[in-house]
């Protein structure tokens, strides 16, 4: 499983984004892709995520109301509508997936990272 990230870029504060991963390899197997953010000196922190089944949503204390996480029909890709983003959300994004694999014939739950996008807030 991979996911690749796209949409990432200068915005002003006040202002909106769209982010989107879109997710490859063994579809079927991905319980849950979400959205993490690192900013420099900072721990990667939760965001957003989605669950494939049922499409529920676990958002981060600093953007619950802001940015909401979906998901397109296909199950592939997913979006993170980044709104009246502040200079604290400049950060490297990362895009999540969580997958099931069957090892040695049991259930290993895995992950998988993309490369991040970058999003400046200029005040």
């Known amino acids: 499983v991979q996911g690749v990230e796209s949409g990432g870029g200068l915005v002003q504060a006040g202002g909106s984004l769209r982010v989107s991963c879109v997710a490859s390899g063994s579809i079927s197997s991905i319980l849950d892709m979400g959205w993490y953010r690192q900013a420099p000196g900072k721990q990667r922190e939760l965001v957003a995520s989605?669950?494939?089944?049922?499409?529920?949503?676990t958002y981060g204390d600093s953007v619950k109301g802001r940015f909401p996480i979906s998901k397109d029909d296909a199950e592939t890709t997913v979006y993170l509508q980044m709104n009246n983003v502040q200079p604290e959300d400049t950060a490297v994004y990362y895009c999540n997936a969580e997958f099931l694999r069957v090892v040695d014939g049991r259930d290993k739950y895995l992950e998988a990272w993309g490369q991040g996008t970058l999003v400046t807030v200029s005040s």
């Open positions: 989605i669950t494939i089944t049922g499409g529920r949503t």
